[in-house]
């Protein structure tokens, strides 16, 4: 079982920056791959990024060139710095592991965060 939590979320203005970390439980982090994905109403959870177990990050097309996703092993936390930041990546941003070998899709991962809101003002 992995437990994961988020923070970091909170208010910014167009083209500011936030970072998001995620602290998951469990010895078995190493193992997992992590991916960060966003919810805003009416809409379905889209994939933002997600790094693998050998560090080989993957991004949405929206997002690249803008956020970063990082992990630190020895912490048991992933990072997903926003910089640029623009109103349509106003969302719940949720943290997830994945014990498997998919990275795109919310069901390729097997646990969730409770997830943080991000809100970018224009």
């Known amino acids: 079982q992995v437990q994961l939590v988020e923070s970091g979320g909170g208010l910014v203005q167009a083209g500011g920056s936030l970072r998001l970390s995620c602290a998951a439980s469990?010895?078995?982090?190493?193992?997992?791959?992590m991916g960060w994905f966003r919810q805003s109403p009416k809409k379905e959870r889209e994939f933002v990024a997600a790094?693998?177990?050998?560090?080989?990050?993957y991004y949405a097309d929206s997002v690249k060139g803008r956020f970063t996703i990082s992990r630190d092993n020895a912490k048991n936390t992933v990072y997903l710095q926003m910089n640029s930041l623009k109103p349509e990546d106003t969302a719940v941003y949720y943290c997830?592991?994945?014990?498997?070998?998919?990275?795109?899709?919310?069901?390729?991962?097997?646990?969730w965060g409770q997830g943080t809101q991000v809100t970018v003002s224009s």
């Open positions: 997830a592991a994945g014990t498997g070998w998919g990275i795109y899709r919310p069901n390729e991962y097997d646990y």
């Open positions: 790094i693998s177990r050998s560090s080989s990050t």
């Open positions: 469990g010895r078995t982090f190493s193992s997992n791959a």
